[in-house]
Each structure stands twice: as structure tokens, then as C-alpha cells.
T-cell receptor, first 116, second 112 residues
Framework: AQKVTQAQTEISVVEKEDVTLDCVYETRDTTYYLFWYKQPPSGELVFLIRRNSFDEQNEISGRYSWNFQKSTSSFNFTITASQVVDSAVYFCALSEEGGSQGNLIFGKGTKLSVKP | DTGVSQNPRHKITKRGQNVTFRCDPISEHNRLYWYRQTLGQGPEFLTY????????KSRLLSDRFSAERPKGSFSTLEIQRTEQGDSAMYLC??????????FGDGTRLSIL
């Protein structure tokens, strides 16, 4: 069965702190994609990143970085020097593109509050 | 490049009524997805179109739900005989082939 677990329901930090959002996934497929989406209070899901299962290289984009480890089935997301505008719900998602049509399986999300 | 557009943004209706939502995907995106999101949960997949063909339906999509994409462009999602449990945010997403999905703002359905 495919499953995405985001164990942290809510996280609160003070501006400029670093914060890591955890994501653990389960899948039987060898070919799959992992995603992170941001959902600000306005409601629209904003795509942040996609990684395929064959690329374990970590990625950095500005203050955002992602750590993909197949050995622990984890795809964690770190925000460095957090800002108030980072406050949102963050979703990790899995797509088994190899076998299905690519519908996303989401975790329950982690609500991040960044206080000034 | 305009984003995914959903209408209406908010729908309030009485239990037992039928409702229809519309989604206009990003132009040239051949794939269109519908998801449902309840409070405190992640989106759950409902159904998926490639062009005008509905290729996959979740078991969450009961007989009261029907989705169409008649010309491979916009899509509609209809819920018949609405129930209290249908209250949720209905999200539409589109993508070009297997590229990442881009989501609309959603339609929030409230059942009185």
C-alpha cells in the first residue's frame, strides 16, 4: 500500500530559525516521484519540488533544501532562516508514475507558524 | 500563462440538492485531476482525465458523483443529492503529461 506520513502536525518557530519538516513514505514501486507542496492561508496548493526515485541527490533552492534518503524512505524539507511568509501548511506527496496515472497521495500536512 | 481556474469559489447548498463545479485547466495541459480536501487533511484523489477520457476513479467517488471533460478542455464535477459528509474543498489540478500538477484555488462546498 502507498502511504505518506507527516508525523509533525504543527510546528511553531521564531523568525530566522531553521526548521525541518519530516516526511516518510511507503511504496512497493521502484519508480516513483516525491513532491512537496505549500498551502498558504489563501488555500491554493503551490508546487515546490519533485524528485524521482532514482535521484537521491539533495537539492537546494534559496532558503529551501530537501534531503531524500531511500534507505529510510524519507524526503525531508528544511527551511533555513525562516520568515513569516513561510507560514503555511506543507504537504508531502507520492506519485507512483511507473504504474499508475500519476495521481498524488498526500500526507496530512504540517502546519508551520513562523512568528516575528 | 494563466493558472488553473475553479468556479465557484464557494458554494452553499441544502442537503439533497445537486451541485456542479467547473475547472478550467492551464491551456495545453492534457491531464486534469479532481481532489477533495477536508479540514486538517491532505487532498484525496477522486478522478483523473487524460484529454477527454476519464481514466481513473477513486472508490471515494460514489455513484452520486460524476465528472466530465467533454472536449478535453474544461471539466465539471457534479454531486447529486448532496449529503453532510460532502462538505469539503474540491480541488482541481492539471498537468502536461507526467509533469508536476498545478492546482487551482478550489471550490469550498458547505452543506446546510
Amino acid at each position: 500500500a502507498q502511504k505518506v506520513t507527516q508525523a509533525q502536525t504543527e510546528i511553531s518557530v521564531v523568525e530566522k530559525e531553521d526548521v525541518t519538516l519530516d516526511c516518510v513514505y511507503e511504496t512497493r514501486d521502484t519508480t516513483y516521484y516525491l513532491f512537496w507542496y505549500k498551502q498558504p492561508p489563501s488555500g491554493e496548493l503551490v508546487f515546490l519540488i519533485r524528485r524521482n526515485s532514482f535521484d537521491e541527490q539533495n537539492e537546494i533552492s534559496g532558503r529551501y533544501s530537501w534531503n531524500f534518503q531511500k534507505s529510510t524512505s524519507s524526503f525531508n524539507f528544511t527551511i533555513t532562516a525562516s520568515q513569516v511568509v513561510d507560514s503555511a501548511v506543507y504537504f508531502c506527496a507520492l506519485s507512483e508514475e511507473g504504474g499508475s496515472q500519476g495521481n498524488l497521495i498526500f500526507g496530512k500536512g504540517t502546519k508551520l507558524s513562523v512568528k516575528p | 500563462d494563466t493558472g488553473v481556474s475553479q468556479n465557484p469559489r464557494h458554494k452553499i447548498t441544502k442537503r439533497g440538492q445537486n451541485v456542479t463545479f467547473r475547472c478550467d485547466p492551464i491551456s495545453e495541459h492534457n491531464r486534469l485531476y479532481w481532489y477533495r480536501q477536508t479540514l486538517g487533511q491532505g487532498p484525496e484523489f477522486l478522478t483523473y482525465f487524460q484529454n477527454e477520457a476519464q481514466l481513473e476513479k477513486s472508490r471515494l467517488l460514489s455513484d452520486r458523483f460524476s465528472a466530465e471533460r467533454p472536449k478535453g478542455s474544461f471539466s465539471t464535477l457534479e454531486i447529486q443529492r448532496t449529503e453532510q459528509g460532502d462538505s469539503a474543498m474540491y480541488l482541481c489540478a492539471s498537468s502536461l503529461q507526467s509533469q508536476p500538477q498545478h492546482f487551482g484555488d478550489g471550490t469550498r462546498l458547505s452543506i446546510l
